[in-house]
């Protein structure tokens, strides 16, 4: 069904936007005539059966909140074993209150990023309409999560589009090794997906972009195991970095539904991070104030477009380390507008260097994840700092991905000499230094540099004493 003009189309097509108003779809369900649990504890009780592939999955364990798809057409690969944990480093970094903050670690799955959670969804319904060929465009994640569930169940090839230059090789790998064909745009993620749209309409290719409504219902259910991992309480707050905006606007989506179905009390407030170097969204909602306005569109086409045609007009590009979320042009924009009305939500942006430092003070608590993740942790305290959140709030934060992704933006931050930083100091040779300091980052507080020593155990034994070891 569309969001705007609430035209509804049958679940066998293939389209993501609406042919009438040209929004993106939702997946929208007939509540009455499907049988609803009566309380979220039932879905506890499937880690009895976890034989079962379905009630092993972290996604489809919830299949009844879900219910696009019969039992023997669900694609799994056990994503989703994911779960809610604290941290008391973390927490008291970002200024809280023991144990209120909490991290919800999504790069357990197996492609190491939250995108398994909707990828699932997204190849169930490309197994349901008989998809031979699926594609998507991808800073990086998407691309390995597509990647891998075409090489674990090979139901359908894949084609990938990546921009020029910026993916981490963590990811670029993860494609390459799984056997997606890899094409490699000369441009950025926003030009990659306009690309992939176009020649996906064009071929009958099956899109898996967060523009694919399925997707989004099976990234609902992060949200499902935040709410298991609280006992069923509903947090205070959840904070998600924004990029695309899938994930948000799939969080507003999951809890309005649970509402309406009675299987919570209450809606969580939403605070979605972008980082400064790609923040239309923060621009956009904060400084324009756009709104969702019940899904009175009107005036928010005007501010959009004007909005958009400007940043074309400035040939202004997103730009951040965080490159899971260097992204200028959000798919999901009204989605995640939506999903900010019903949650009562706020936006804020935040620098690379408080994003690396979060990032570093992740690690150190004991996650680890990439750069874009560590933005919710940055957000979480800058919210803390503005006194928007207070320190005994319960605080939700999602690590969309894994450390191991992006190891050049770890040791970068950790290896650098800080004296190199400044622009006084700057030597073409130093490939760390340059890199950080294109990011504007001036500092690195919370780093971890390794030691030069000389090859030789007196030397060895004189630092020892020297660090106090
Ligand atoms: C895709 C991705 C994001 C952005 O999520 P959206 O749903 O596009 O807003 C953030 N972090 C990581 C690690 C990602 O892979
Ligand atoms: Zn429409």
């Not at 492609?111 to 990828?119: I, R, T, Y």
């Not at 622009?423 to 690195?444: N, S």
């Amino acid at each position: 069904m569309n969001q705007a003009c609430r035209a509804t189309y049958s679940i066998s097509q293939t389209l993501v936007d609406c042919s009438k108003c040209g929004h993106l779809l939702d997946i929208a369900y007939d509540w009455s005539r499907i049988p609803v649990p009566g309380s979220m504890r039932q879905f506890e009780s499937r880690w009895s059966s976890r034989r079962n592939p379905l009630d092993f999955s972290g996604v489809w364990r919830f299949r009844e909140l879900l219910p696009f798809a019969k039992d023997e057409q669900i694609v799994t690969i056990g994503e989703g074993q994911t779960i809610l944990q604290s941290s008391a480093g973390v927490g008291k970094y970002a200024g809280f209150q023991s144990g209120k903050l909490l991290l919800q670690y999504e790069g357990l799955n197996p492609s190491g990023s939250f995108k398994d959670n909707g990828m699932t969804a997204a190849s169930t319904h490309a197994h349901m309409v008989g998809a031979k060929v699926a594609a998507c465009a991808s800073t990086g994640n998407t691309s390995a999560s597509l990647a891998i569930y075409s090489s674990t169940t090979r139901l359908f090839e894949t084609i990938v589009f990546i921009g020029s230059g910026k993916i981490s090789f963590g990811k670029l790998s993860q494609a390459l090794d799984y056997g997606a064909k890899t094409l490699q745009i000369q441009g950025d993620f926003d030009d990659a997906l306009r690309q992939v749209r176009d020649v996906c309409a064009a071929r009958g290719i099956y899109l898996c972009n967060s523009v694919n409504p399925f997707r989004l219902e099976g990234q609902k259910s992060i949200m499902f195991r935040v709410l298991e991992g609280l006992n069923w309480e509903v947090p205070d707050w959840i904070v998600v970095p924004g990029g695309n905006l899938g994930n948000s606007s799939a969080f507003g989506k999951a809890f309005t539904e649970l509402k309406e179905l009675g299987l919570i009390n209450r809606i969580p407030r939403l605070a979605v991070i972008n980082a400064s170097g790609s923040n239309t969204l923060y621009q956009l909602f904060e400084q324009h104030k756009l709104r969702w306005n019940g899904g009175r569109l009107d005036e928010a086409k005007i501010i959009t477009d004007k909005f958009f045609t400007q940043m074309d007009a400035d040939n202004r590009r997103a730009s951040t380390l965080a490159t899971a979320i260097e992204i200028n042009r959000p798919v999901n924009l009204l989605k995640c507008l939506r999903a900010l009305e019903v949650c009562d939500g706020v936006v804020r942006e935040v620098s690379d260097e408080l994003i690396l430092e979060a990032k570093a003070q992740i690690g150190a608590g004991g996650f680890g994840c990439e750069p874009a993740s560590a933005a919710s942790v940055a957000g979480a305290k800058l919210l803390r700092e503005q006194g928007v959140i207070s320190p005994s709030d319960r605080v939700v934060c999602i690590l969309t991905g894994h450390q191991l992704k992006d190891p050049t933006a770890t040791v970068a931050y950790h290896s650098v000499d800080p004296a190199r930083l400044s622009a006084a100091a700057a030597t073409e040779d130093d490939a760390y230094a340059t890199m950080l300091r294109k990011a504007g980052v001036t500092q690195t507080p919370a780093a971890n540099r390794p030691i030069v020593v000389e090859n030789k155990f007196e030397s060895i034994m004189a630092l020892l004493d020297r660090i106090g070891c």
